[in-house]
Nanobody
Framework: QVQLVESGGGLVQPGGSVRLSCAAS????????VAWYRQAPGKQRELVAR????????SYADFVQGRFTISRDNAKNTVYLQMNSLKPEDTAVYYC??????WGQGTQVTVSS
């Protein structure tokens, strides 16, 4: 059974940083595609960043503009999203996704002063 447990969200001031974690069980993060999505109130879920399967190749949404970094620790079977220079428009629920079919429960990130 695949489980993804996310953590690290919270309230952060504009310009601040936060690191999200997604701990996986029942699936190896090193052998599957890995992605972070987000969904703001009233908006559709959108892709933020992703790793391709069996690859270190990463891609990011245009709105990231070099502020976020996706990474993974194969030994811990965990995926991360480091977010810097946060803006109020980054406020959303952030979800990790593995193998394009498994989803975490989501973690809220609120950027506000």
């Amino acid at each position: 059974q695949v489980q993804l447990v996310e953590s690290g969200g919270g309230l952060v001031q504009p310009g601040g940083s936060v690191r999200l974690s997604c701990a996986a069980s029942g699936i190896s993060v090193s052998r599957t595609s890995v992605a972070w999505y987000r969904q703001a109130p009233g908006k559709q879920r959108e892709l933020v960043a992703r790793f391709a399967s069996y690859s270190s190749f990463t891609s990011y949404a245009d709105f990231v503009q070099g502020r976020f970094t996706i990474s993974r620790d194969n030994a811990k079977n965990t995926v991360y999203l480091q977010m810097n220079s946060l803006k109020p428009e980054d406020t959303a629920v952030y979800y990790c996704n593995l193998d394009q079919i498994y989803w975490g429960q989501g973690t809220q990130v609120t950027v506000s002063s």
